[in-house]
Nanobody
């Protein structure tokens, strides 16, 4: 089993920045992929960004150039630096990890961007 704990969400004005963190614990394999998804009210959950244990990254087109995903493998922690936030970035942000073929999710953290 793997547990994920997210932190760093909150309320910010448009143009501002937030940094999300997600710490994984439990039985974690060295080769894994961690990522951030988001779900806005009334919409489907969508990928924001992902990063492999080797450092390969993938971003949604809507956040390229504004968001940066990174990770600390020693701490099993993934980060999402969000800059130039827009009201349309408002959502619950979920962290996940693909570990040994199994997908685990965090509980989510709310990000609200006011105009």
């Amino acid at each position: 089993q793997v547990q994920l704990v997210e932190s760093g969400g909150g309320l910010v004005q448009a143009g501002g920045s937030l940094r999300l963190s997600c710490a994984a614990s439990g039985s974690i394999f060295g080769l894994n992929v961690m990522g951030w998804y988001r779900q806005a009210s009334g919409k489907q959950r969508e990928l924001v960004a992902s990063i492999s244990s080797g450092g390969n990254t993938n971003y949604a087109d809507s956040v390229k150039g504004r968001f940066t995903i990174s990770r600390d493998n020693a701490k099993n922690t993934v980060y999402l630096q969000m800059n130039s936030l827009k009201p349309e970035d408002t959502a619950v942000y979920y962290c996940n990890i693909l570990n040994r073929g199994y997908l685990f999710w965090g509980q989510g953290t709310q990000v609200t961007v006011s105009s």
